[in-house]
């Protein structure tokens, strides 16, 4: 048994052979963002006529090939764009000027023949677990508007769950692939740290990475390798040659651990709970293994990774643009920005340099745990979802999202690969992603996993009311 071919391979298959052009591709698109953007929000800038400009300059020329030849794309706009500026959802940043040369994943992706019909929406710095911001506003859930997509790749997976287009790039530094692959319905990877070379250094140096989500597992396989690679200047990436050697799933013994929570953060809310423990169980019996169930208390003997992360990212992401600068423009902040800001403004340096340390037990910890192939299962969100400005309900204010909404920091800190599997819908109708974390470097075999998953499991490939941009093919 085996899951249908996912959009995109079957898209850049017919624009490489000719039975569909990059224009008409690339036209659809545009229609479809066209129309969802008023609805979603999910456009922080189009740049509609340069991507068709550039379609047809490929179909005139037949120079349309590439993984990804002809498939429009979304750049996340924390992520430079040459020639577009990188505002990162912030009204400090709107004057900002047009970046010089492109990231290291939108070049790759360019390079694989992706069309870029503009970029979407985030929170401000890409800073929270939901997208609004002061400079580009609300961005909703294709499920229901009236809910979040998740942050801070929201734009991006909201976009890609309407069908709007192929590929919408995203990044991870506490959940921010995982967290709207969840809520919206997506697989998603945040692949291990390095894995994807990353140049600059992120604003949280050693905890954010580049990674794909995509609306199936062949599509998320295909991405990864247009991504995956080093770069000169990261310290963490291995050589290229490294990744035709990776771990793969040889149907073999695996060890299953599970946990409501990897942190004392309180019970889960019993629909979530509910689906954790119904998810948990598909998984372990489509692999024949048992499950090891472990408490939050006592799970990191040296302290907790979700706090570290919050004293670790607020620090320097303040350092990264300047104490006087956060300072100067304090007042044009989205209110979660000034309390991220906030905290960050006043940790100390042992504070961080014992956050940091305490890192290298949070990886041996874990280690531990997934020697010998084994895999740890959590909810990827702790949560049945918040709406759509941030608020958990229509009688609170907006601030930033509470801590235990939250499942996903622990492997930005220790560097894991982590995956988001769909598995069925919450109470509030919103999907329910299976977090599954793995060994350093057993990404594919996460992946191996996810196809037999999604054979058994199968998910929505488009969230109700909208159509996979492959149907394009079928009209």
């Not at 506003?137 to 009236?146: A, I, K, L, S």
Request: net charge negative; proline share 7%.
């Amino acid at each position: 048994m085996t899951a249908a071919p996912g959009p995109l391979t079957r898209l850049s298959e017919a624009v490489r052979e000719g039975r569909l052009s990059a224009t008409a591709l690339v036209t659809v698109s545009i229609e479809r963002l066209t129309n969802v953007n008023p609805v979603l929000n999910v456009l922080a800038q189009e740049a509609f006529d340069e991507a068709l400009a550039t379609a047809q300059l490929r179909d005139r020329d037949g120079t349309n090939g590439g993984a990804l030849a002809g498939i429009p794309t979304l750049i996340k706009d924390l992520e430079d764009w040459a020639g577009h500026p990188t505002r990162k959802g912030s009204l400090a940043l709107r004057d900002v000027a047009p970046a010089r040369s492109n990231g290291v994943v939108p070049q790759r992706l360019l390079d694989a023949g992706a069309i870029v019909v503009g970029k979407s929406t985030l929170p401000e710095f890409a800073i929270e677990g939901y997208t609004a911001n002061l400079l580009t506003g609300v961005t909703g859930n294709p499920w229901n508007p009236r809910y979040s997509p998740g942050g801070s790749s929201g734009g991006s997976a909201a976009a890609l769950m309407a069908g709007a287009v192929g590929v919408a790039t995203a990044t991870d530094g506490g959940g921010s692939i995982r967290i709207p692959a969840a809520l919206t319905g997506l697989v998603g990877l945040k692949p291990t740290n390095g894995l994807i070379g990353r140049w600059p250094a992120p604003d949280w140096i050693d905890y954010s990475t580049d990674g794909p989500f995509a609306s199936a597992t062949d599509d998320l396989r295909l991405l990864l390798g247009v991504m995956a690679g080093p770069v000169t200047g990261d310290p963490t990436a291995p050589p290229r040659e490294f990744l035709d050697h990776m771990t793969r799933w040889d149907g073999g013994e695996i060890t299953i651990v599970a946990a409501e929570r990897t942190s004392p953060l309180g019970p889960l809310p019993n629909d979530v709970l509910q689906s954790f423990r119904e998810a948990t169980g598909a998984f372990a019996d489509l692999v024949k293994m048992d499950v090891q169930w472990r408490e939050a208390e006592g799970f990191f003997p040296d302290g907790d990774p979700d706090l570290d992360w919050f004293t670790v990212t607020t620090a320097e992401h303040v350092a990264s643009l300047g104490r006087s600068w956060v300072r100067d423009h304090f007042d044009e902040f989205h209110v979660s920005t000034q309390e991220f800001f906030a905290a960050g403004l006043e940790v100390s340096a042992d504070e961080y340099l014992c956050a940091r340390r305490r890192r290298y037990l949070y990886v041996r910890t874990l280690d531990e745990l997934l020697d010998k192939g084994g895999l740890l299962l959590t909810p990827t969100v702790a949560s049945s979802g918040w709406l759509a400005d941030g608020r958990l309900s229509d009688d609170v204010a907006v601030h930033g999202l509470p801590p235990d909404v939250y499942s996903t920091a622990m492997q930005n800190v220790t560097g894991h690969p982590a995956l988001s599997l769909p598995f069925g819908n919450l109470a509030t109708g919103l999907p329910f992603g299976l977090q599954v974390t793995a060994s350093h470097f057993h990404d594919y075999r996460l992946l191996d996993l996810a196809t037999l998953f999604e054979a058994a499991f199968p998910w929505p490939r488009t969230a109700p009311g909208f159509d996979s941009l492959a149907s394009v093919l079928d009209a």
